[in-house]
């Protein structure tokens, strides 16, 4: 079957860009949905349909485990602590605010993504196809995103857009026991949103900008 | 040996403490019963052979006996800085029984994808312990950087079959995400500010999952790796850790020697002049730089429970020890690490590596005798703990039996002849 090029590289873009500018405390869940569902789909074309359900459960999983996570905690013990979403250091005022900066540094990622694919072999994928193209753009779309974090929501959601876009880009290369390689990336989703709503449960409410020190 | 009963004991004990020690108050200094549980599970693992699960898993990073020496010889050590440090809270004991799991499987498993996700995971977890330990524009950074750069390992994974990455632009593409990583991790220049700012904020148990659990995995691992890449890969690696490393190890002890009387400094310093050195000689696949940066790493391993900690009264004797077996004045085991070091740059790329190394071994030498002088004059009127002593001792101890033995030392713990 002809592969869909240009419709597999517009999930991917679109899901690039959901995990680029998603904020606040559910970030993680719907940057983690999103760059499933933007990545399953070459998954399903290159390598077969159990890995692109694998991509999609474990995104649904982790933007499940996320909100479960933070209603655990808040009934645990409210402590004193760096809510995930409060920026840890306080930003100057400035021209373009850090959603611009995460917008312009994930436009550098595009032309890094397309060189990628359309260059560089990647198991039994041809390099003509470009199908890498969504792996590699939601994998440098979350990079990005921990480059220019400022609070820990941000380091979560780029770890999960990480995870997921490895794990796409190892089923893509079609290597031996792909599956459970690709799931030991994946759960990196589910795992910073545990982490980050286990924080936000705990910490919520801390309003203030932590510390504005070195 | 298998992976499984090592990094479920770190897993599970350190889940344990993190739920039961904080209701015992005055009984958390019994964290150092995780490391303690782990390193007695390697120890009864520990066998000849190679790694059953990495036998038998595709790719590289085929381990065996030199990693699961490696997981004991880490888990003694943060046995013992979690004797020496200031209790810990929950969170610190639980980021450590999982650092302690993620490091022992990465260095068991065959599959670069997962070893690499086993350090973005840690990385991840320590990043976010820092900050919540110590909000601040260096410990965010911490979280940034050691996260980005164990992603880049990640995306090192799809391209590494190693055997079929001999395409030129992929094998330098694996090449160059595996030698950033690397560098990320180790904190080599420009990426390395994290580990000097944070370590000014954040010591002892909360520094050493990173100084002590991952950073030692991925050094023998990088090496195994590095050696299995493919020529292409292989020069990408030396030309952009070469350089790296040199600069890094340079401006290390540069900043060493200014450090004046801020003795918290100076520890840092000196462990990123020898990871400098170490990335240095993991530009090449010559055996003997190899055998120098393990050295390195197993004295570092021996005294980075009692240097990453404050300095406290009662352990100056022991401190001025640990400063003396970092010398790197023969016989202590920095003289050995550096020497084999020198010794295979010189091998793998002629005399010009010395026009850094050497300075740089003389500059240790100078900061390491002034750490001593320093800790030999600070009031030690007040008395430690039986066993806090003990720990304190122990590790200088240990690290001048690998000065003396270091051949004894690297057949027995890390199986290398």
Redesign the interface.
């Known amino acids: 079957m002809q592969v869909n090029e240009p419709l597999l590289a517009g999930l991917g873009f679109i899901a690039a860009v959901v995990v680029t500018l998603v904020d606040g405390r559910n970030a993680v869940s719907y940057a983690s949905i999103a760059a499933g569902l933007g990545v399953a789909p070459s998954v399903g074309e290159i390598y077969g349909a159990d890995g692109a359900l694998l991509l999609i459960a474990v995104a649904l999983l982790a933007a499940l485990i996320g909100p479960l996570s933070r209603a655990l905690s808040r009934r645990v013990s409210w402590m004193a ?2 809510d995930p979403v409060v920026p ?2 306080a930003g100057r005022e400035a021209l373009f605010g850090p959603r611009s900066i995460r917008v312009a540094a994930g436009a550098a990622v595009l032309p890094a993504a397309s060189w ?1 694919s359309f ?5 039994s994928a041809s390099t003509v196809t470009g199908v890498l193209f969504a792996a590699a753009l939601v ?1 440098g779309c ?2 990005m995103r ?2 220019t ?2 609070t ?1 929501v941000d ?2 959601s ?2 999960a857009a ?2 997921l876009g ?1 794990a796409a ?2 089923l ?2 079609g ?3 792909a599956l ?3 799931m ?2 994946a ?2 989703a589910p ?2 949103a545990i ?1 980050a709503g286990w ?1 936000g449960g705990r910490h919520a409410g801390v309003g203030a900008v ?2 504005t ?2 | 040996m298998s992976v499984l009963p090592v990094a479920l004991t770190w897993g599970v004990s350190g889940l344990l403490a993190a739920l039961l020690l904080p209701r015992l108050r005055h009984r958390r200094r019994l964290a150092a019963l995780v490391p303690l549980a782990a390193a007695v599970a390697a120890l009864l693992t520990l066998g000849g052979g190679a790694d059953l699960d990495a036998v038998a ?3 590289g990073l085929l381990l065996g006996r030199a990693g699961g020496g490696l997981a004991l010889l880490c888990a003694l050590s943060m046995t013992v800085c979690l004797v020496l440090s200031p209790p810990p809270d929950s969170g610190e004991i639980l980021v450590i029984g999982v650092c302690g799991a993620l490091s022992t499987v990465a260095l068991a498993t065959g ?1 670069p ?2 070893w ?2 086993c350090f ?2 840690g990385m ?2 320590l ?2 312990r820092w ?2 330990a110590a ?6 950074a911490a ?2 950087v050691g ?2 750069g164990a ?2 390992l ?2 090192a ?3 590494l ?1 190693v055997d079929a990455a001999t ?1 030129l ?2 094998a330098h ?1 694996a090449g160059g995400l595996l030698a950033g990583g690397v560098a990320a991790g180790f904190g080599l220049v420009p990426v390395g500010g994290w580990v000097t ?1 944070g370590a000014r904020l954040v010591r002892g148990a909360a520094l050493a999952p990173w100084a002590l659990l991952l950073l030692p995995a991925l050094l023998l691992t990088s090496q195994t790796l590095q050696n299995a890449l493919p020529t292409g890969g292989r020069s990408t690696v030396g030309f952009i850790l070469l350089p790296v490393g040199a600069l890094s190890s340079g401006w290390a002890a540069l900043q060493g020697m200014s450090v004046g009387r801020r003795d918290r400094d100076r520890y840092p310093r000196v462990l990123l002049a020898d990871l400098g050195l170490v990335a240095m000689a993991l530009a090449t696949p010559e055996p003997g730089a190899r055998v120098g940066s393990l050295l390195l790493m197993l004295t570092h391993l021996c005294v980075g429970p009692l240097l990453l900690q404050e300095a406290s009264p009662g352990l100056a004797g022991p401190r001025r020890l640990a400063w003396l077996a970092l010398s790197g004045v023969p016989p202590t085991p920095a003289f050995w690490g550096r020497f084999a070091t020198m010794a295979g740059l010189v091998a793998g790329f002629g005399g010009a590596p010395l026009i850094v190394t050497i300075p740089v071994a003389g500059a240790l030498i100078l900061i390491t005798l002034r750490a001593a002088a320093a800790a030999g004059s600070t009031a030690d009127a007040a008395r430690a703990g039986v066993a806090t002593r003990a720990a304190a001792w122990m590790a200088p101890v240990a690290a001048l039996a690998v000065g003396l033995l270091p051949d004894w030392t690297l057949r027995a713990f890390l199986g290398l002849s």
């Open positions: 602590g760096v840890v250091v990628v260059n560089v072999p990647l198991g994998w979350g990079a921990l480059l974090a400022r820990l380091v979560a780029g770890v990480v995870g490895a880009a190892w893509i290369a290597g031996v026991e459970a390689g690709a030991a990336a759960s990196l795992g910073v982490t924080l932590a510390r020190t070195t | 898993a595709p790719g599959s994808l997962v690499a996700v973005v995971a991840t977890l990043g976010v900050v919540a909000p601040a524009r260096a410990t965010l979280a940034r996260t980005l992603s880049v990640v995306a994974g799809p391209f079959p395409v632009p992929r593409l700012a």
